[in-house]
């Protein structure tokens, strides 16, 4: 399904994308796929299970679970469950970082967030900040009870979005015994107030607006709207970000489109859901987290580093803020030779063995 132009525009205003630098005019487009880029990387030292199982409002998470092929039947291992961008599923970024911890020594499980890839939610795409954080919560309830599982050894890696939700769920749980969050979004301050604080406060209303004018439409039948996202085609107009996105969600670098998805729609939100982000406050109270820690990684040529600035700011002790040099936001999705594994995984044995 096509978005509208103003269902288009209000999306693109709510991340703040107008302060991209757009390409050279009639440039033809060629996208990039760097060497390292491995997200579809398939670890021969693991053993894979897809899993499934309810969450605190009673629909189903679906998630890989990878083990080791020779697991000690008298040891219970620590866990790591991880946590896909924003509008992606688990086989888009979240499996390679699940295996990669993995191979380090832990029970690691990739989920899909609720209305998400092979998880149940309806409609699909909504926004659902309560639902996407008590994913992490439902993810520890599973592990936890597992017979070969530490259940006081568990934590957390959030990619993008799913940092955002993560530190929202860490919040009230305290079983999440330490998190990272990788190219961190906060998406309420992304849909509040755009990337380096650009969305005025008519945008804004705009935004809200175009939702709630389409709720009337949904109500009495209409088909539904989407917004933000990934673009579908790269234009002479379009910007460096959209650029950086479509590389990875429209390409084969990392393209997904799970069974019974419309690739039309994968990545793109449902409109009148959208604008439930401007109620989500996930780095309020987050300095009660402490005393479990926090390490938050991202790129130093990131277009989202200021969101893991503002947590790193605003957090207790422990914690700490690793950039990763020459590294932008999506390079941190799928390219091996960049994404600090070493460091992701000294990081959980430190605190979780």
Known sequence: MKMS???????????????????????????????????????????????????????????????????QA?????????????????EQSADLYAQKLAERGFVTLSIDLPYWGGSEGTPRNSVNTAAYADAFSSAVDYLGTRSFIDREKIGVIGICGSGSFAISAAKIDPRIKALATVSMY????????????????????????????????EFLGGEKEYTSGTVHEITDKSSAIEKEFFDFYRTERGEVTPPGANPQTTTHPTLTSFVSFMNFYP??????????PLL??????????????????????????????????????????????AKLGSFFHKYLD
């Not at 755009?194 to 969305?199: A, I, P």
């Not at 945008?203 to 709720?215: I, S």
């Not at 987050?286 to 005393?291: G, W």
């Not at 002790?317 to 091996?336: Q, T």
């Open 5 to 71: 132009r103003m269902k288009k525009l209000a999306g693109l205003l709510a991340l703040g994308l107008t302060l991209a630098v757009c390409g050279a005019a009639g440039a033809a487009y060629e996208p990039q796929k760097p060497a390292d880029a491995a997200n579809f990387y398939q670890s021969a030292e693991l053993e894979k299970r897809s899993v499934s199982f309810k969450s605190l409002y009673d629909l189903k998470i679906a998630g890989n679970l990878y083990l080791p092929k020779q697991m």
């Open 283 to 292: 780095f309020n109270d987050i300095e009660t987290i402490a005393p479990r």
């Open 186 to 217: 906060d998406m309420g301050a992304a849909v509040r107030d755009g990337l380096r604080h650009s969305t005025t406060l008519e945008q804004r209303k705009q935004l809200a607006a175009a939702a709630a004018e389409q709720r009337y439409k």
């Open 296 to 341: 938050f990684i991202a790129g130093d040529k990131a277009h989202s580093l200021e969101f893991s600035e503002d947590a790193y700011r605003r957090a207790a002790e422990p914690k700490e803020l690793y950039l990763v040099k020459g590294a932008g936001h999506v390079d941190l999705y799928d390219r091996v030779n960049l994404i600090p594994f």
């Open 74 to 90: 008298d040891k219970k291992y620590s866990a790591i469950i991880v946590g896909h961008p924003m509008g992606a599923v688990k």
